[in-house]
C-alpha cells in the first residue's frame, strides 16, 4: 500500500518543519563550551557551527526554491531532511572537530523545512489566506527560540552534548515520515527544464514590487538583529542589568513577535496584504520614536528602552507574513525562488547590519544611539512598504506590468 501524500500539508506538519529549522540553530548552543573541551579545540574554531550553517543555510536558500520550481516542493524537501538526517548523525558520531563542522555545515539543509512550508501554503491557498497561515506558522516557530537553549542545556548537562544530536536525529527522522505521509506536492505546474526555468527569473528579478518586498523584509528582520546584538552592551555600558534580568527583557521582543503574528494570522484574511504591512511598519516606527523621545527628555530606564524595542517583535509579527506572502505571490510560478532570496537577503542583510551595529555602538553604546540605530532600519523598512504601495496604484491606473 502506498502512504505517500497527495493532499497539502496539514497545519502540524508546517509548524513542525519551522520549528526544526529554528531548533537546528540554536538548541546546541549551551553546548559549544563543552564541545570545544571535548575535542580539544579553541572555541572561535567550535563557533564556526553558528557562523557555517548561518552561511550555509543563506546559500542554500537561494538553490532549494529554485529546484523546488523545477522539481517540486516535495522531493527537494524530502532530499534537504535525508542530508540533514544524515548530517545529525555525522555529528553524534564525530570524534574530531573537523568531522564535526563538516557535517554541522550540512545540517542546514533542514532550511528547507522554512522555505518550502511557505511556498507550499501559497501554492495550495490565496494571497490573503495565506499570509494569515503563514503568520501562525511563524507565531508557532517563535516559541522554539525561547525553548531551543532551555532543552539543549538541559539534555548537556544529564547526558552529555551529543545528546542534542540524539534528539536532532530523531526529530530528522520524524520530519522525514511525516513530509512523506502529509506533504503532497503543492506546484502543480514545475518547469519544464532550467533552461525553461531561468529564462522566466526576470519576470521576478525585474519587479521593482518584488525588490520592495525583498527591502521591507531585510530590514524589519534587521531591527531583530541589531536589537540583540545592541542591547548587551547598552546592558553593560549603561543599564548595568544582571544576566537573568537582560535575559528576561530580551525576550520580550519574541513575546511581542508572537502577539503580532496572532493578531495577524486572526485577521490577515479580511484585510489586503498591503495594510497588514503598512500596520505593522507604522507600530514599529511609533514605538521606537515614542522610546527614543523618553530617553531625550530624561526618562532613561531599562523599561522604557524595552517597552519601546518590543514594538519590533509586533511589528514584525504584522508585517512579515504579509510580505512575505506578497513576496511569492507576484508570480507564483517562481514562489519557491521569491521565498529562497527572500530568506537569503534577511539573513545576508542582518549579518551586514549585525556588523554595522557593533562598529556604531563600540565606543558610545547608550540607549539613545541604539534606538536611533533600530530607528533607521524600522524607517527603511517602512519607505520600502510605502514603495510597494505606490507602484500597486500605479498598477491600478495603468496596464503595463512593472
Not at 501562525?136 to 548537556?156: E, H, K, N, T
Not at 548537562?157 to 506536492?185: C, I, K, P, Q
Not at 504579509?322 to 507564483?332: D, E, H, K, T, V
Request: net charge positive; hydrophobic share 50%.
Amino acid at each position: 500500500m502506498n502512504y505517500a501524500a497527495t493532499s497539502p500539508p496539514r497545519m502540524p506538519t508546517l509548524v513542525l518543519l519551522a520549528g526544526i529549522s529554528v531548533l537546528s540553530l540554536n538548541m546546541f548552543l549551551p553546548s559549544l563550551a563543552n564541545i570545544a573541551v571535548d575535542f580539544e579545540a579553541d572555541y572561535a574554531l567550535v563557533s564556526l557551527a553558528i557562523a557555517g550553517y548561518l552561511a550555509t543555510t543563506a546559500v542554500l536558500q537561494l538553490i532549494i526554491g529554485p529546484m523546488s520550481d523545477r522539481y517540486g516542493r516535495r522531493p527537494v524537501l524530502l532530499c534537504a531532511l535525508f542530508l540533514f538526517l544524515v548530517a545529525s548523525v555525522g555529528c553524534l558520531l564525530a570524534r574530531d572537530i573537523e568531522w564535526f563542522l563538516f557535517f554541522r555545515v550540512f545540517q542546514g539543509g533542514v532550511i528547507a523545512g522554512w522555505v518550502l512550508s511557505m511556498a507550499a501554503i501559497r501554492d495550495s491557498r490565496p494571497e490573503r489566506e495565506a499570509a494569515s497561515q503563514i503568520a501562525y506558522v511563524s507565531m508557532a516557530m517563535a516559541i522554539a527560540p525561547m525553548l531551543g537553549p532551555m532543552i539543549g542545556g538541559f539534555l548537556d548537562e544529564w547526558f552529555g552534548w551529543r545528546s542534542n544530536f540524539v534528539l536532532y536525529t530523531v526529530l530528522g527522522t520524524v520530519a522525514l515520515v511525516l513530509v512523506w505521509w502529509d506533504f503532497g506536492e503543492t506546484n502543480k505546474n514545475p518547469s519544464g527544464s532550467f533552461g525553461a526555468q531561468f529564462r522566466t527569473y526576470p519576470e521576478l528579478l525585474t519587479s521593482r514590487r518584488y525588490w520592495g518586498y525583498v527591502v521591507c523584509g531585510m530590514f524589519s528582520v534587521g531591527c531583530f538583529y541589531v536589537f540583540l546584538t545592541g542591547v548587551p552592551l547598552v546592558s553593560a555600558n549603561v543599564l548595568h542589568l544582571s544576566p537573568g534580568t537582560l535575559g528576561f527583557f530580551m525576550g520580550t521582543i519574541t513575546a511581542g513577535f508572537m502577539a503580532g503574528s496572532f493578531v495577524s494570522g486572526r485577521i490577515a484574511k479580511r484585510y489586503p496584504p498591503m495594510r497588514m504591512i503598512l500596520a505593522g511598519r507604522l507600530v514599529t516606527c511609533v514605538g521606537l520614536s515614542a522610546g527614543l523621545l523618553m530617553f531625550l527628555v530624561g526618562d532613561a530606564r531599562a523599561l522604557t528602552l524595552f517597552l519601546s524595542t518590543v514594538f519590533i517583535g509586533i511589528g514584525n509579527g504584522l508585517s512579515q507574513p504579509s510580505n512575505s506572502a506578497g513576496a511569492m505571490s507576484l508570480r507564483p510560478h517562481l514562489a519557491g525562488s521569491a521565498a529562497g532570496l527572500l530568506g537569503a537577503s534577511s539573513i545576508g542583510g542582518g549579518a551586514i547590519l549585525t556588523s554595522l551595529t557593533s562598529i556604531l555602538l563600540r565606543d558610545n553604546a547608550t540607549p539613545e544611539r541604539l534606538l536611533i540605530c533600530l530607528l533607521v532600519c524600522a524607517l527603511l523598512a517602512l519607505i520600502a512598504a510605502l514603495y510597494v504601495g505606490h507602484i500597486d496604484r500605479l498598477e491600478q491606473t495603468s496596464l503595463p506590468s512593472v
